[in-house]
Structures are given as structure tokens and as C-alpha cells.
């Protein structure tokens, strides 16, 4: 597919996608689709250890879904719509690699729902977040009535989408929407410099770590220590688990090979 509405860029074992279509990179069925085929290819890629989202320009991350393509659609035509960003949005939040959101400015409604999906969210100082359809007499469609309260606690989360206000980067910080709040200037070289940390970690580890934490979250706590168990012993079966008690026994530095 010949790329329309994102850019893709590698720095090292990191695989940066921009949101391209400035200044306010608003989410479409076409950018949804783009997505999800991106992220595909990106968990295959062996070279890559870790993922960032961002916008391009510095006004926006994502301010919000297109709202000239929702306007004249239908219910058939929404629900379309609704299911290719949920596949997308699914594919963000389930890869098996870490995935970083770098918020460049406004992330308003589909923009939030998207950093959700990610592991970690970086925002810039001037960054602002909210989950506004109650004021398009709407709600979330992106999975922002169920993400957020998980993050963040069901009273915070229904301040945010029942008043539909924004709120700053220090008060997203404050509440745990977001991990850390750096100048705009220094956000890309922020969220690479957790990237490339993360993409140094040994690979089958880390998607056994995602998966124990991402589908436990959902589990009771017995079905959540199975799973982890699970986890736990497929990690055994890895030659990066000899190489990491190796190094560790001679002192050295661990040479992870991926598998």
C-alpha cells in the first residue's frame, strides 16, 4: 500500500510512524487502514525493537477523528469506520513490542484513544488532552470509555468524558494519563531514548511480559497467575534466557540475538 497519511522513519532498532496529514493529523478510514498494515509489518520485522507514534508538525498529535468524512455517514457507514479503527487501535495496543506515544500538542478524542492504546506516552509541554464527543452528542467509539477508567481510575476518567474538557500536560502527568511531560523541542529525542532502551531488551521476553500484563489486566488474579506462568516458563525455552543467566554469572554485558 503507497503510503498516504503516514510517514516512516527508523532510528536504529526504533521504528518512528508520523501521523502525516498536518497540522491537526486527523484519524480517516484511509490513515486506519494504513495503520494496521504498518503495524503488521513492523511486528515481523526482526529489526525492530520498538515503535513511536507521533504527529507530524507541532500543533497536534491527533486532534480528533475526521470529522468531515463522519458527518454524512450513516449507521452502516460509522460502524465501518468504527470497526477499522477498533482493528487498528487493537493492533497498536496488542503488537508484541513496546509502543511509545510522543504527543506533540493537542491529542482531542480518537487522538487520546490512539495514546491509550500505546505502553507509555511522552507529552510535550504544551500538550493538551481530552476526550470532548460529549459536547457532538456523541461518546467514545475508539475504546476511550473503557481504556481510561482502566488507566487512570473510573471517577478521574468520568470527569474527563463527561465534562469533556481539556486539561494540560502537568494535569495528565498528575492524574497518570501520561508517564512524563519533556519541552517540545526535546520530545522526539525523549521518546527515542525509551525506545532504543527498550528495543535493546531481549525480544521474546518482552512480548511475554506485554502479553502477561496486557490480557492479565483483564483476567481475575488466578486466571491472571496462570497466565503469567505460562509467560513465565516460554521464556525458559529461550536462548536469550541462557544468554542473560550467562552474562549475568560472568559480568558482562548480555548479547541478546532475539529469540
Known sequence: MQLETLELTYHGKVAVIHLNRPPMNPLNTRLFQE????????EQNDDVGAIVLTGKGERAFVAGADIGEMKDLDYNGMTKMNQLSRKAFHKAESIGKPVIAAINGLALGGGCELALCCDFRICSD????????????????????????????????????????????????????????????????????????????????????KTAVQAGADMDLENGLTLEAACFGNTFATADRLEGMTAFFEKRKPQYAGR
Open 126 to 209: 504544551n500538550a493538551k488532552i481530552a476526550m470532548p464527543e460529549i459536547n457532538l452528542a456523541i461518546i467514545p467509539g475508539g475504546g476511550g470509555t473503557q481504556r481510561l477508567q482502566r488507566l487512570i481510575g473510573q471517577a478521574k476518567a468520568k470527569e474527563l468524558l463527561y465534562f469533556g474538557d481539556m486539561i494540560s500536560a502537568q494535569d495528565a502527568l498528575a492524574c497518570g494519563l501520561v508517564n512524563k511531560v519533556v519541552p517540545l523541542d526535546n520530545l522526539l529525542d525523549a521518546a527515542l531514548e525509551w525506545g532504543n532502551k527498550l528495543a535493546e531488551k531481549p525480544m521474546v521476553a518482552m512480548r511475554m511480559m
Open 35 to 42: 495503520m494496521y498494515q504498518m503495524l503488521e509489518e513492523l
